[in-house]
């Protein structure tokens, strides 16, 4: 069977100033899952995504790469991140921001550009290459950090609320269109959101954390088939599956510690 994207197996982590961040977890994402992360603020969601992004290590237990104990172990697995602000250099044209994972990798350039040029053609901002940051919209220097993480081809895309600090409008077209994109890459998504609607639109798992420690209290398939739409989103199955979500979300919250 082929092994697991990443497996954490009773990962916890207490920072030096004795906060207990996250109680053990386990957890398991597999090849092509789209697994969103949901729950109260303080519940650790941000430090379990950093944790799998190996930015920083767990005080207990273990975590696995595609059953390796490096994530950089085969570079055809590789995965990027994309933070909740662009972080954009604002010196910097589009191109030379999407070019940057692979100048630090010591690409050729004419390589490079190839990849720049195709990724971003993927987020549908080939006719912005030369622009500078400030030149685009929020929601354009989103897809611009988004096309940074794809230019390595990544088979694990970890996501920190990318889409928090835009409009409703905006977040519904990205949400659309990160949607495409994962399912004609076939990479695996772990994504952080406060939101329940959009985390049962863009899942094919939802997981809901509890705070105080950080600990996982419930896992919600949403089985709705692809593409997915207006219609879904309207839908009662929708509903249903947020109200679901939305309670248990409420639960862990209510009992957290004072």
């Known amino acids: 069977m082929t092994p697991p994207v990443v497996l954490a197996r009773g990962i916890a982590k207490r920072f030096r100033d004795g906060t207990e961040a996250l109680a053990p977890i386990d957890l398991a994402v597999c090849d092509g899952e789209f697994v969103t992360l949901v729950g109260p603020s303080g519940c650790g969601k941000t430090t379990l995504l950093n944790l799998i992004a190996g930015l920083i290590r767990p005080s207990a237990g273990s975590l696995g790469w595609w059953g390796a104990p490096r994530p950089d172990a085969d570079r055809s697995r590789r995965f990027a991140y994309v933070f909740q602000s662009p972080t954009l250099m604002p010196w910097a044209d589009i191109a030379s921001n999407v070019r940057l994972p692979l100048d630090l990798a010591g690409t050729p350039r004419a390589e490079a550009d190839r990849a720049v040029a195709d990724a971003l053609a993927l987020v549908a901002l080939d006719g912005f290459a030369r622009h500078r940051p400030r030149e685009l919209s929020g929601g354009m220097q989103m897809r611009a950090s988004i096309a940074r993480a794809l230019v390595t081809q990544p088979a694990l895309l970890l996501m920190d609320e990318p889409f928090a600090a835009l409009d409703d409008f905006t977040r519904q077209r990205l949400d659309d269109e990160l949607i495409a994109l994962w399912r004609a890459r076939g990479f695996a998504v772990v994504f952080v959101t406060h939101s329940v609607t959009e985390a049962v639109y863009l899942s094919t798992r939802v997981v809901?954390?509890?705070?105080?420690?950080?600990?996982?209290?419930?896992?919600?398939?949403?089985?709705?088939p692809w593409?997915?739409?207006?219609?879904?989103?309207?839908?009662?199955?929708?509903a249903a599956l947020a109200r679901?979500?939305?309670?248990?979300?409420a639960a862990a919250a209510s009992t957290d510690a004072p």
């Open 227 to 238: 593409p997915r739409g207006d219609d879904f989103r309207t839908s009662t199955g929708f």
């Open 244 to 249: 679901r979500v939305t309670k248990a979300v």
């Open 208 to 224: 809901v954390m509890g705070a105080r420690p950080g600990r996982i209290v419930d896992e919600v398939a949403v089985p709705a």
